[in-house]
């Protein structure tokens, strides 16, 4: 018997995948694989809470899929797959609403702050959003989830319903810990180094996209914000610099010493040149592989297949639970 924790954790097929997805999540997927059962969900379900365009929707989930075995998820290792393909979701979510009070699903701050970007589409599934998270999690009888800071408090509203569930109508659920990532691994806008790195940012600048061509690359590094003070050093509140300097220990794995020994008395030029060139020589592999599997939708398609395959047995055997417990015919 396979004794090793089943991890799952969820990524949107939204926006264009950047370095602060790669380094604040998807590489440690990719780094955990050995170690545990993996599940790897693209929730395209939870994309539509946004305006979407139907046919770019199934282009970016396909192209996603690509994106994430092109970074290292390894099919033999980890199972990827669709949300959508699996109909208990949206099932679970739905006996899952009627267990959670309005009162705990209107604190959650993600809700708060979608809602003040989109103004104009504040609708149910936005605010429901957290009940079919805790779905996907639930579903799979899940150890450990890990997911940025942010993320928090949807994994510990998951929690409450799940015990509450558990309590109320018998044993169905296991209870899951957030794996929270690194802060270190918290990736902020290069032109705005006080907001996380977003896939909805505007600014031309913004982000670093995993498939940016190398002088893209060079000019966005260029380009970000900085200070007048020329000394490079980790000083949190000298924010830009200090992201970039994070950026850059993360890639060269050297301590944060030794990065600011190596940049001494050299200006912003010479350590955004490093910086550019790591970042270029972190993407390149990545972005042969995609190119290599764009070329083999075959192959994608079959991987997500597998995936899709191994893990709806237990989809279903705990949905069927969860009905059969609540009185559901
Ligand atoms: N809400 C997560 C995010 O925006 C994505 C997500 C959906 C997820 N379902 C999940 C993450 C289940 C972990 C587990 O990052």
Redesign the pocket.
């Known amino acids: 018997m396979d004794s090793k924790k089943v991890v799952?954790?969820?990524?949107?097929p939204t926006g264009n995948i950047h370095l602060g997805n790669y380094l604040g999540?998807v590489k440690n997927w990719v780094d955990m694989q050995d170690m545990y059962d993996n599940i790897f969900?693209i929730?395209n379900s939870?994309a539509i809470t946004i305006k979407q365009n139907p046919k770019e929707l199934i282009q970016k989930t396909l192209d996603l899929a690509c994106i994430l075995i092109a970074c290292g998820i390894d099919p033999k290792k980890s199972n990827l797959f669709i949300?959508s393909k699996i109909d208990y979701h949206p099932a679970l979510a739905w006996i899952l609403d009627c267990n959670i009070f309005m009162g705990d699903m209107t604190r959650m701050t993600?809700f708060k702050d979608k809602s003040n970007k989109n103004p104009k589409n504040i609708n149910v599934g936005l605010f429901n959003?957290p009940a079919?998270?805790a779905a996907?999690?639930l579903l799979y009888q899940v150890d450990l989830?890990?997911?940025?800071s942010?993320?928090k408090q949807?994994i510990e509203l998951t929690r409450n319903v799940a015990m509450k569930f558990n309590r109320d109508f018998g044993e169905c659920f296991k209870i899951p810990e957030p794996l929270i990532l690194k802060e270190g691994a918290r990736v902020m806008g290069l032109d705005d180094p006080t907001t996380k790195m977003s896939k909805s940012a505007t600014g031309k600048n913004h982000a670093i996209f995993l498939l940016d061509e190398p002088d893209v690359i060079i000019s966005k590094i260029k380009k970000a914000t900085t200070d007048s003070n020329s000394n490079i050093v980790f000083d949190e509140n000298r924010a830009g610099v200090y992201n970039l300097l994070c950026i850059y220990e993360v890639l060269s794995k050297k301590n944060r010493a030794s990065i600011e020994d190596e940049f001494a008395n050299k200006g912003y030029g010479v350590f955004k040149n490093a910086l550019a060139e790591i970042i270029i020589d972190t993407l390149r592999p990545i972005q042969t592989k995609y190119r290599e599997l764009n070329n083999d939708k075959k192959y994608i398609q079959e991987i997500l297949q597998n995936g899709l395959d191994s893990v709806l047995p237990r989809a279903e055997s705990t949905y069927n639970k969860a009905k059969e417990l609540i009185g559901l015919l």
Request: proline share 4%; charged share 10%; net charge negative.
């Open positions: 799952f954790s969820g990524i949107q999540a969900c929730v939870h949300q993600q959003y079919l998270m996907d999690i989830v890990p997911v940025g942010d993320q949807h």
